[in-house]
């Protein structure tokens, strides 16, 4: 296993459109963790799950974003009808269950919404 | 809610000198801590991380830090700035032992080093 593995690197879209982000966490981890990133700025919270279980969504995500875990195993995010501001990296990260162990990151989805 | 602040989104050092990058922390349960660093246009590498076992903990590339409670701070040291330390620094947080923790990030610390 190599790790966490992020597809596509970079996403070149045109507004209005929807895309989908995939996220192949490291095979014995549970818990994935979603997160979006602008220049300048730490890795800002979009949802978790443990297993297939969404625990949590946060509020500051819109209706137009929506993950998925069928299996437990790898993970979508989906934007429908992008904006501008959308614009940002969306890191996945995975880690056993517990705070105690650190989460380990992918190399991130690069969007750009023109 | 749990949550970290970063003070200083920049910091700058010469060669050699101390390295110092300042995390204090929120939490109403004793926290774990967290340093990640993060080269351009890449993830997050995790530098260290404090799980209530030794207060000083030692990192990758000669890091450490020191979690003090009485502080609520989690401080991030190196002794001598190598030119490869550039980065962005991150200084996370999450609550132990919960089915519901998520791991928080503070906004960075850009470190840049003079020759």
């Known amino acids: 296993d190599t790790g966490v593995s992020q597809d596509p690197r970079h996403k070149i879209t045109k507004r209005g459109q929807n895309v989908t982000f995939r996220c192949d966490p490291i095979?014995?981890?549970?818990?994935l963790y979603w997160y979006r990133q602008t220049l300048g700025q730490g890795p800002e919270f979009l949802t978790y799950f443990q297993n297939e279980a969404q625990l949590e969504k946060s509020r500051l995500l819109s209706d137009r974003f929506s993950a998925e875990r069928p299996k437990g195993s790898f993970s979508t995010l989906e934007i429908q009808r992008t904006e501008q501001g959308d614009s940002a990296m969306y890191l996945c990260?995975?880690?056993?269950?517990?705070?105690?162990?650190?989460?380990?990151f992918g190399q991130g989805t690069r969007l750009t919404v023109v | 809610a749990q949550s970290v602040t970063q003070l200083g989104s920049h910091v700058s050092v010469s060669e050699g000198a101390l390295v110092l990058l300042r995390c204090n922390y929120s939490?109403?349960?004793?926290?774990?801590l967290f340093w990640y660093v993060q080269y351009p246009n890449q993830g997050l590498q995790l530098l260290l991380k404090y799980t209530s076992a030794a207060t000083l903990v030692k990192g990758i590339n000669g890091f450490e830090a020191e979690f003090k409670k009485s502080e609520t701070s989690f401080h991030l040291t190196k002794p001598s700035a190598h030119m490869s330390d550039a980065a962005e620094y991150f200084c996370a947080v999450s609550v132990p032992r919960s089915s519901a923790s998520k791991i928080i990030f503070g906004s960075g610390t850009r470190l840049s080093i003079r020759p």
């Open positions: 990260a995975s880690s056993l269950a517990e705070g105690r162990t650190e989460a380990f």
């Open positions: 095979s014995e981890h549970n818990r």
């Open positions: 939490s109403s349960v004793p926290p774990y």
